[in-house]
């Protein structure tokens, strides 16, 4: 699969010492893709646009408000980072430049210009944002200036003023390529060695279509046209933003638009479907509200730290559509980086309705135990599987999802691998610093060595990338044995990732988990494989030759007993068994007992734990004397020392006891 790759296989790999270039190189870079280190995860922050569009009520008194707000009532602490004004800030044509060609901020709305602005947000620990157009004049019909033509410019006088970040808008473009007019000013922004977050916001109008070149351009680029403070539009940008999650990743996002929650046009369900969409969708959270006049409700929706946490989660995969049954009923998933998946459960409907997915459909099945948590009720339970709710008209439901048990990540760039393998970063959504990419032929291998602690069964997670229309299948054996053919079917593209899960038996110690490619295309790209393991509360046995015995003899005459032997009671009612056990842990739990019944009747005991009756306990038939079964019942334990008897109640007296397990 190392035939498929394109041109960003630098990209990820500059990640790291971006920041530094940036400040050492300080001048043009003949850079092909951006790397400018920044928004390695969405960015989050406010916009004015969605509350104020071009009013007199956009100035300078807003801005310091709103970082204001930021830093007391606890934004900034949720994320929120950038306040970014929007198209209106400057002076309009023909006025809009100085005698040196340098943008004037209008003095009205903002009398101590912009750097005022940036001096005040950095002080707070906030960063500040501003807006022109990739064209000859921004969006406004008051006509203020463009960049186009003045890029080189207009980015130094952004970056003297301090500016943090810029929205470059698509309006009165001249009609000149989209990927020329934003390379551009990318170029600009490089050159002036300030780290400069770069949105593109040219709306994904032209061909080729911007998210295909975005990545090499911008760190976010509008997918849609405006949204607006409806249901309608909103839900729109979403269903035109989900269609897209190959192209997202740290550095480089999809940006369906602003936020609209407290904007008035919604009802708190529907804003909260919005933010629940934005966030699995790792969506850019730029508040558009006024929050000098937002709600408790509005702050509740967009300070919810579970929701924020699943927008802002690093391994940085934009959620995936899972099921669309055509009628309004959409299942998201996003794979976090702890293996953990936020589900969005959403009805675009006006009816309730029950929207069902599964830890199957999720890639995270074969678990016998799965936690839900509802990121907005805070309610969690459990299930063994299924992950369904009953969703208002226009309402979302977001769950977070883990396996029982504990899960272990093993890196696949730190397993061992077939040689001619290259650990690769250039398709990002990686977990760890890469991936393995194995050569294009059968018997390619990627091999993990895995310790586990206790033998017994582990449920894997290979979680692997497949970008070509063919599956990938793989042999998997553990230690050698026990080959399983598991398919590795196309993920619909390489920065596409999904998993195939297998249940193994693991020996306690050192054990070895490989995967033999069994077809020509290689080994899948394989980012990681997560080994779960539900511990299990050691079984203790209690011997009957070792209990107190009343009426009865030990005897060791048939096989197949533990221990020395077991208990043979006197034939009538009466005679009994009784073991002195201390569990590990107070509480209910099964107890098994240990058999023989050579006759052909049923033989009975009552069961007493702590000198209480717990039942009349059935012993069947196992045939012959040689042959042992278990009897099992529940019964509660206390902590510490307890007894367990049990009491022949038939005139044929108990059956052989061999012994007693807890
Ligand atoms: C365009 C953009 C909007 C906003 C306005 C400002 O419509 O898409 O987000 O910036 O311009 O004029």
Known sequence: MRTKKIARALVAAAVTVAATVLVVIGGPQPATALENGLARTP???????????????????????????FVNQGLREAGYTYVNLDDCWAVPAPNSRDANGNLIPDPTRFPHGIKYLADYAHARGLKLGIYTSAGTKTCNTLGFSGGLGHEQQDAATFASWGVDYLKYDNCNNQG?????????????LLAT????????CEWGRSDPKVWTWGADVGNLWRTTGDISDNWTSMIGKAQANRVLPQYAGPGHWNDPDMLEVGNGGMTATEYRSHFSLWAIMAAPLLIGSDLRKATAETFGILKNADVIAVDQDPLGRQGTVVSNDGAGHVVYARTLANGDRAVALSNETTTTATIATSAAAIGIGGSSSYTLKDLWSKATSTSS?????????????????????????FEAENASYTSGSTVDANWSGYSGTGFVNTPNSAGSYVEFTVTAAQAGQARLTFDYGNGSTADRPSTLTVNGGGSTSLAFPATGAWSLWKTQVATVSLAAGTNTIRLTATGSGGVANLDYLDVTVTPTTPVQNYEAEDATIVQGVVE?????????????????????????????AAGPGTITIRYANGTAGTRTADVRVN????????????????????????????????????????????????????
């Not at 000149?176 to 600009?188: I, K, L």
Request: aromatic fraction near 10%; include cysteine.
């Open 556 to 584: 060791s005459n048939h096989t197949g007993y533990f221990g020395t032997g077991f208990v043979n009671g006197d034939n009538l009612a009466g005679p009994y068994v009784e073991w002195a056990v201390t569990p590990s």
């Open 385 to 409: 599987g299924s992950i369904s709710a009953s969703v208002g008209a226009h309402a979302t439901t977001l769950y977070r999802v883990s396996r029982a048990g504990t899960t272990t990540r």
């Open 176 to 188: 000149v390529d989209p990927v020329q007019r934003y390379t551009t000013m990318r170029d600009a």
């Open 43 to 69: 960015p989050m922050g406010f916009n004015n646009w969605n509350s104020t569009a071009c009013r007199a009520e956009f100035n300078e008194s807003m801005v310091l408000g709103i970082m204001d707000i």
């Open 193 to 200: 060695g300030r780290p400069i977050v770069y949105s593109i």
């Open 611 to 662: 000198g209480a009756l717990v039942q009349n306990l059935s012993f069947p038939s196992t045939g012959n004397w040689d042959t042992w079964a278990t009897a099992t019942f529940t019964a509660s334990l206390v902590g510490g020392a307890n007894t367990v008897r049990v009491t022949a109640t038939g005139t044929d007296g108990n059956p052989n006891l061999d012994r007693l397990s807890i």
